[in-house]
């Protein structure tokens, strides 16, 4: 299995990427499980990541195929530090 991680573009966004987060296997340990997920609001949120410098959000492809995200959030803090959070949404990985 070859994987590549890019940043995730508003292009990436598939229904398949908004599923992921109405499977309670792949959202059982994240803050976002008791919220609703749409096309419309994935492709904001990507954008909004996109547009923010202290943002980066990488997609994990299997060729063309998005299994997953990771994204790194405060990049530009005073304090040097970083959140990093990641998700494996296909659950075939």
Known sequence: MKLNIKILQEKDVTQ????????????????????IFTFRGQCSYVMKCLNNPNIDLYGVFENRLHI???????????????????????TRY
């Open 16 to 35: 398949s990427y908004v599923n992921w987060f109405s499977n309670p296997r792949v959202t059982y340990y994240s803050r976002n499980k008791d919220k």
């Open 68 to 90: 997953g995200n990771i994204l790194i959030n405060g990049l530009n803090s005073a304090h040097k530090r970083a959140e990093l959070t990641y998700v494996v949404g296909d």
